[in-house]
């Protein structure tokens, strides 16, 4: 990371109409949440997980409960949650937070379910793939507020359609929830700059989002610790981690606010 990039990226969000955030697992390593690919991921250690998860819950949701609360969960998933348990938002949750609460940045969409954004006071949030944070059904989209984290019971019928309610984060095999991808897409269409953070850009459909916004006329902005399929298409590279490029990115932010240039 160079003071000059930077300062680059500040001048293209200043000069921006409508800034739209998109992160991914790489934002929240640093709050103690391991990414799902590389060298420490989940997967890596513990396999690829099968594709047919949310095929299993539609099939027989009671069964799925079941092994809920006997934690028969695959090990990828039960790591996750000892560690989402624990973690806390890292200095670049919070600086997004204030970016949004100065203006700079509009809305952010993120394909995290560990709610360390909310956590931080991010307001306008797209859970891509769903929150930790609530259940929901998947006839009708209803979302309710999830009581715990380790299931003691399985969750009722929707109080409003009746249809079955699972965790709201999306499964394997689960397609985006229509309601979710629309706003997420709505967003996307209205951004003239995307902020793209600690995202691999390969998981679709949110991957496929800032490409979108640059075929609309958008300039990208990414933040990652390493090279990514985005790198070569984007408008200013910032090769850091999110905990201290974004510090620095809302302190330039900042200073231009009070001192134009």
């Not at 006997?70 to 204030?98: D, F, I, M, T």
């Not at 930790?132 to 929707?158: G, I, M, Q, S, Y």
């Not at 095999?173 to 793209?196: F, H, M, N, Q, W």
């Not at 609309?216 to 790198?231: F, H, P, Q």
Request: with cysteine; charged share 20%.
């Amino acid at each position: 990371m160079t003071p000059t990039e930077v300062a680059t990226a500040a001048r293209l969000i200043k000069s921006s109409k409508y800034v739209v955030a998109m992160t991914g697992a790489g934002i929240s390593v640093e709050s103690g949440i391991p990414p799902f690919r590389g060298p420490d991921g989940l997967w890596t250690k513990h396999g690829t997980p099968s594709g047919n998860g949310y095929q299993s819950f539609l099939e027989d949701p009671t069964s799925w409960w079941e092994r809920e609360m006997k934690r028969s969960v695959e090990p990828w998933v039960a790591e996750l949650r000892q560690s989402v348990r624990h973690a806390r938002p890292n200095p670049g949750h919070n600086a997004l937070a204030e970016m949004e609460n100065a203006g700079f940045v509009k809305s952010l969409i993120t394909q995290n379910i560990d709610g360390l954004h909310s956590d931080a006071g991010t307001e306008n949030i797209v859970e891509i793939h769903g929150s930790r944070r609530f259940l929901r059904c998947v006839e009708c989209e209803n979302r309710t507020p999830r009581p715990e984290l380790f299931a003691t019971k399985p969750a009722p019928p929707c109080e409003i359609c009746g249809g079955p309610v699972k965790y709201d984060s999306v499964l394997f095999g689960e397609p985006i929830p229509p309601k979710v991808l629309e706003s997420a897409r709505a967003e996307t269409d209205r951004a003239d700059c995307v902020l793209v953070i600690g995202s691999s850009s390969t998981v679709r459909p949110a991957g496929g989002l800032p490409r979108i916004a640059q075929a609309n006329g958008a300039k990208l902005i990414e933040i990652n610790t390493s090279d990514t399929r985005l790198t070569p298409a984007c408008d200013v590279v910032i090769q850091a981690a999110a905990s201290t490029a974004l510090p620095a990115l809302l302190t330039e932010l900042r200073r231009r606010s009070t001192y134009p240039g």
